[in-house]
């Protein structure tokens, strides 16, 4: 079974230093991403040409390089002049930039060597939410949270999240709505948001979860559209009742579950708060368009 790839002629990526052809971008076999998924990435979705929050994603990948003890290639501002260009070669428009950071090529061993990261960043098109779960919300499922204890590090060492996703699928969800016990962490690939007696919900930032970008615009816009915000632990049985639960990340930006674990939440259809910051995140993108 063939895999659908992006047409490498057209995609133009930063690998090492250099702007290439995809198709030209060669990783060594025994680079520490490949042999030990030992990296941290970045995903920073572009409207109309502008990043959104380029300074804040820069931020959080010097905090997971620093936290996984990877060696930073470049200052803040050489990482914003690289994603500007590359967003430039790409041709503008809207666009997610995957940009990864991995501690190198060296000799199969767990201790960490001393040797140059590896550096790869590619664009492409950011689609459109779709309309489908845009008006019609999506189903998740609870499952227990079986990821590592540091997931505020943004790693490339995905494997739990992706057999969580792939569980929520297998069970005709779209999201997997994480807990450790009682308490709830966030999604599979997502920030997690309940509506309890008028007030959004979310946990507060831990390593127990992402300290999403995306997720703090969120906030931001819920308080700008009057409705009380409320950072602290949230206890599974209360999403279970929440009269609206929201996921957050920055391609899909802000969406309704409207389904968990097979009951409707709320009346089953995305809610009136979820729809005000809906509204006011399509202003805010507006706004970046027409800079």
Known sequence: ?????PNEADITVHFD???????????????????????????IPAYGGHYLRLDAHIARLERSLAEARIANPYPAQRWAEILTELLSR???????IYLQVTR???????????????????PRVLKPVPTGQVEGGLKAISLADIRWQWCQIKSISLQGAAMLRQQA???????????RGRWVTEGAAANVFAVIDGAVVTPPPS??????ITRDLVLELAAQVDLRVDERPLRL????????????????????????????????????AWRRV????????ADLRAQ
């Not at 079974?1 to 790839?5: F, G, H, K, R």
């Not at 230093?17 to 995903?43: C, K, N």
């Not at 699928?169 to 807990?179: F, M, P, Q, S, Y």
Request: hydrophobic content about 45%.
């Open 237 to 272: 049985k209360e999403l279970l009742a929440a009269d609206e639960i929201w996921l957050s990340s920055s391609t899909k930006e802000v969406l309704a579950v409207t389904q968990l674990d097979g009951a409707p939440v709320g009346d089953g259809r995305p809610g009136p």
């Open 169 to 179: 699928i297998d069970a005709g969800a779209d999201e997997a709505i994480l807990h």
């Open 90 to 96: 790409h041709g503008g428009g809207d666009a997610s």
């Open 278 to 285: 809906w509204d006011a995140y399509q202003a805010f993108k």
């Open 17 to 43: 230093g250099a702007f290439m052809p995809l198709s030209q971008a060669r990783v060594h076999p025994l680079d520490r991403g490949f042999i030990y998924g030992d990296g941290v990435y970045e995903v």
């Open 207 to 212: 390593n127990w979860l992402l300290h999403g």
């Open 104 to 122: 190198g090529v060296a000799p199969r061993d767990h201790a960490f060597p001393d040797c140059p990261p590896t550096v790869f960043a590619m």
């Open 1 to 5: 079974m063939s895999v659908a790839l």
